[in-house]
């Protein structure tokens, strides 16, 4: 099997030339960087219609990732959801997550385009991590910028960072979260364009990278398409994931967009509660606008300030979302709904103690998600659903906040 | 006052202009607006009036820091039309230099038509390029705006064109690759990228922002550019008080009076 799935079906033709899903998307940079967003979309096609480049990645996929990953049918946990669940196991590729299908691929692109160094932004440190990861595998120089909020309450991750041979920058401007590193990371590479490329962390950001991102992490919904088709004869009735910027989420939907039957789902942080206005939910809770380079749904105030988002999850907690979303949001082909904090920790615990799976907190989401919309699935089915689960990732992560959430750590250790 | 009519008084007297940056609400509305009319009676010949936004990719520290202290202090964008309009009363042509969304969220057409009532003269735009401009391009004729889009050393001889086909007022040139603020020394490719823009066959005028912070500096870019564009250099004057903003003002407005003859072609 491909693993990286490439291939161009009819939903491929989108976005158009010049970077946009019907009104979203397209680049809102400055002049400076339009040459080198130009030179990428350029290297990015080229690699794309490249076999040996296609070759390349999937082999690193293979053999240094550890995909394509197992879709894995939950037997104790279909029973307490009432489907069918079939999870999508990107919790067993090499650094935890989706995300490395998508540094490995931008990173080859960055060696191909002759680029020695890459920059990246990251939240948590999830995309950090793999950023540094795939530079070190390929051996180019990486800087990381992250919210000096973000080292503090990451530290292990900025030590695994630096353990993996990168530079760790903590951003202390604006709100000192992960839009600011995304800030002083498009100011980096304004100011150093010629030799680096700007390894973005999600199918956000301007053209190419929303369409350059997808490409890369696609092959979590061409796998799991086949491998449905294998374990259980049919296409699912589902397919459902997180959503942050929107990677894993794109990534399992681009391969299912022409199957009209199978219904796309999409659960954004909803933190604590849409009444709370303390979520991350830009498609349910936000307006269109421009951010980082796009045209999309954003969190933002009358004056089109941006607004701050919360969610338990960090890789959620970013208050816009990419364009190709937006787009599958507005013309109704998936559909979006919002889950708390809450929601989310009981599905981490039930997962938990059903399929001896700690997933990440992010992929909870998608779960629990999954459990609001089976019953209405069933309804409109008239029988028992199947649904493809994206969990995107490990929980090792987030074992703090776990552990807090539910009581289980001694005083001390909190 | 219009940004042609700034541009000819200056060319008139055998000069360039001053371009002086301050944004709006910093430290205060009030102050932000004495300020800016402390530097037309210094000597700029224009005035950008920045509008504070949370994510404002293009800027260095500097003016971070204190669009950051504008927003922090509760500056809106109603209070950027108010600072247009006491400015403009001043005398000097003033445009706004704002990021696209704050725009976008206000309506594009509505926003233009309350700037141009505000007696504001147009816009700068550094995260909006020509090819996602077409609402304003509409807006800007339908309310008679000036569009200063930028330009810079990276954009390739069809973009600097297509992109200076779509300016009204004037050009921008970012001087160097990179962020706004204060650097020891002017870039070597700003004379150049001047040099490519007039090579489209354009009559506007040409301003080289991004670096100027003395009066040396401001000499030498008046050598070879219609305007001097500063702002990270009056923003920390201004941190350091009112009376080092006018000082630095007027040391600016002596060096675009002294241009240093251009520098060879060759760098
Ligand atoms: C495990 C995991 N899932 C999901 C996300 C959210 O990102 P995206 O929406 O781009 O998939 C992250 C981001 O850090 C993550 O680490």
Known sequence: MSTAGHGSDAAGQRPDATGHWGRFGGRFVPEALVAALDELADAHAAAMADDGFRAEFDAMLREYANCPSPLYEARRLSEAVGARVLLKREDLNHTGAHKVRNVLGQALLARRMGKPRVIAETGAGQHGVAAATAAAYLDLECVVYMGEVDTRRQALNVARMRMLGATVVPVDTGSRTLKDAINEALRDWVTNVDKTHYLLGTAAGPHPFPAMVRDFVRGIGVEAREQCLVATGALP?????????????????????????????????????????????????????????????????????????????????????????????????????????????????????????????????????????????????????????????????????????????????? | ??????????????????????????????????????????????????????????????????????????????????????????????????????????????????????????????????????????????????????VSPSSTDARLAATVARCRGFVYATAVMGVTGAREQTSQA??????????????????????VRDRAQAATVAGYADAVIVG????????????????????????????????????
């Open chain 2, 232 to 267: 990270s250099a009056l923003v920390d004057a201004l941190a350091s008080g009112p009376a080092r903003l006018t000082e630095l003002t007027a040391d600016l407005a002596a060096g675009i009076r002294t241009p240093l003859s251009p520098p060879p072609a060759s760098i």
């Open chain 2, 1 to 150: 006052m219009s940004v042609t009519a700034a541009f000819d008084r200056a060319r008139a007297e055998g000069r360039a202009a001053l371009v002086a940056y301050l944004p709006a609400g910093y430290p205060s509305v009030a102050e932000g607006i004495e300020a800016m009319r402390a530097v037309v009676a210094a000597g700029a010949d224009l005035v950008e009036v920045g509008l504070p936004y949370s994510d404002p990719v293009m800027d260095g520290p500097v003016i971070q820091r204190a669009t950051q202290a504008a927003l922090g202090a509760g500056c809106r964008t109603a209070d950027v039309l108010r600072t247009v309009e006491a400015v403009a009363a001043a005398g000097a042509p003033v445009v706004v230099m704002t990021y696209w969304n704050p725009v976008e969220r206000y309506g594009v057409d509505s926003f233009a038509r309350d700037l141009a009532a505000a007696g504001g003269a147009g816009l700068i735009t550094p995260d909006l390029i020509p090819d996602e401009a077409g609402e304003w391009l509409a807006a800007a004729d339908t309310h008679d705006l000036d569009r200063i889009f930028l």
């Open chain 2, 190 to 211: 700003a004379p150049e990228l001047v040099r490519r823009v007039r090579a489209t066959g354009t009559t506007l005028p040409v301003g080289v922002g991004l670096g």
């Open chain 1, 237 to 414: 009735d589902a397919v459902t994931a997180c959503v942050g910027g929107g990677s894993n989420a794109i990534g399992a939907f681009h391969a299912f967009l022409d199957d009209a039957p199978v219904r796309l789902y999409g659960f954004e942080a909803g933190g604590d509660g849409m009444a709370t206005g303390r979520h991350a939910a830009s498609l349910t809770g936000g307006a269109v606008g421009v951010l980082h380079g796009a045209r999309t749904y954003l969190l933002q105030d009358d004056d089109g300030q941006t607004v701050e988002s919360h969610s338990i999850s960090a890789g959620l907690d970013y208050p816009a979302v990419g364009p190709e979303h937006a787009w599958l949001h507005a013309t109704g082909r998936a559909d979006y709904r919002a889950v708390t904090d809450a929601e989310a920790m009981e599905a981490f615990a039930l997962l938990s103690r059903t399929e001896g799976i700690i997933c990440a907190i992010e992929s909870a989401h998608a779960l629990a998600g999954t459990m609001r919309v089976v019953p209405e699935l069933a309804a409109a089915l008239g029988r028992r659903p199947t649904v493809v689960v994206t969990l995107s990732g490990r929980g090792d992560k987030d074992m703090t906040t776990a552990g807090t959430w539910f009581g289980l750590l001694a005083e001390g250790d909190r």
